[in-house]
């Protein structure tokens, strides 16, 4: 089992930023890759950006230039730093990861996020 506890949502204006992250219960190394996706009412769950053990990065076209996910080198922490926010990027932002010893994936609880005009 691989629990994830984010943290670093909540209100924001147009244009300001917030950082989330997501601590996983087990060892990096044992982990990978590790993403973010969001929901917004009435959509499906979509990617917004995804890291791998070795630091090889993939974004969603609407977040490219604006967000950017990292992992701390040696511990179980991804984050999302997310700049320039826009009310369309309003969300519970929900980490992933996947288990290398299972294949299994695993979510957070979600964070919300909400970006006022």
């Known amino acids: 089992q691989v629990q994830l506890v984010e943290s670093g949502g909540g209100l924001v204006q147009a244009g300001g930023s917030l950082r989330l992250s997501c601590a996983a219960s087990?060892?990096?190394?044992?982990?990978?890759?590790m993403a973010w996706y969001r929901q917004a009412p009435g959509k499906q769950r979509e990617l917004v950006a995804d890291i791998t053990s070795g630091g090889s990065t993939n974004y969603a076209d609407s977040v490219k230039g604006r967000f950017t996910i990292s992992r701390e080198k040696g511990k179980n922490t991804v984050y999302l730093q997310m700049n320039s926010l826009k009310p369309e990027d309003t969300a519970v932002y929900y980490c992933?990861?996947?288990?290398?010893?299972?294949?299994?994936?695993?979510w957070g609880q979600g964070t919300q996020v909400t970006v006022s005009s």
């Open positions: 992933n990861v996947q288990d290398r010893r299972t294949s299994r994936y695993y």
């Open positions: 087990v060892s990096i190394f044992t982990i990978n890759p």
